[in-house]
Every structure is written in C-alpha cells, then in structure tokens.
C-alpha cells in the first residue's frame, strides 16, 4: 500500500509559480509511474502530466505544456510538480497519483489504472 500526501497549493496571482509536493509513505515510489490530476470546480478530473518509472516517458497536457515539469526525488520518496507562469484556468484542487505499468509507461487521459491516491491540494490563481 502506498500512501500519497501533497502540499505546496495556495493562492498566487497569474503569473506567479508554485511547486507541489506528493510524498510517499508505505513502498517506495521509485518503481511506480506517478502523476498529477487536477479538477476544477463543476469540471472533470484531468491529467496534467505523467512520469514513468526510471523517467523514461513523460507526458504533459497541451495546456500545461512549457509551463509545468515533473520530476521525482526518489531518495525523498516525493513527487514534485513545478507550476511556472500560472494561468487563472489552472485552478483547481490537484492530485498525485501512483500506478504500476509495463516498459516505464505512464498515461493521463484516463484515472482508473492508477491505484493511489492522495487527497489533493488547492491551488488557486487569481489577481
């Protein structure tokens, strides 16, 4: 069993960046594919991006792409997601995610294959 926690949300202005955590607790994360859901209010749960295990496939939803990295630290157990150049829409609450899968791959256009989960934290951008 894994055991997901995230921190770092808040409230900032457009622009302005913040960077979630995700720590694990219970198995290490370093042979999981781990990623970051969000959902904004009235709206479905999304994937924002995605790294499989030994980094080897990563992927970024169009809308965050260029603004947003993951990475992993595995010696901490913890999953960082670095939010740049926030936009107004990238409100939302947001969730890390864990799952097994096959050759290092990861995926975001579905939740169901990830089995962990963390109980979100709120980002807010407004001016």
């Known amino acids: 069993q894994v055991q997901l926690v995230e921190s770092g949300g808040g409230l900032v202005q457009p622009g302005e960046s913040l960077k979630l955590s995700c720590v694990a607790s219970?198995?290490?994360?370093?042979?999981?594919?781990i990623a970051w859901f969000r959902q904004a209010p009235g709206k479905e749960r999304e994937g924002v991006s995605c790294l499989g295990v030994y980094d080897r496939f990563t992927f970024y939803a169009d809308s965050v792409k260029g603004r947003f990295t993951i990475s992993r630290d595995n010696a901490e157990n913890t999953v960082y997601l670095q939010m740049n150049s926030l936009k107004p829409e990238d409100t939302a609450v947001y969730y890390c995610?864990?799952?097994?899968?096959?050759?290092?791959?990861?995926?975001?256009?579905?939740?169901?294959?990830?089995?962990?989960w963390g109980q979100g934290t709120q980002v807010t951008v407004a001016s």
């Open positions: 219970g198995e290490t994360l370093e042979y999981y594919a």
């Open positions: 995610a864990a799952a097994v899968f096959s050759r290092g791959m990861c995926v975001i256009d579905v939740l169901d294959p990830y089995d962990y």
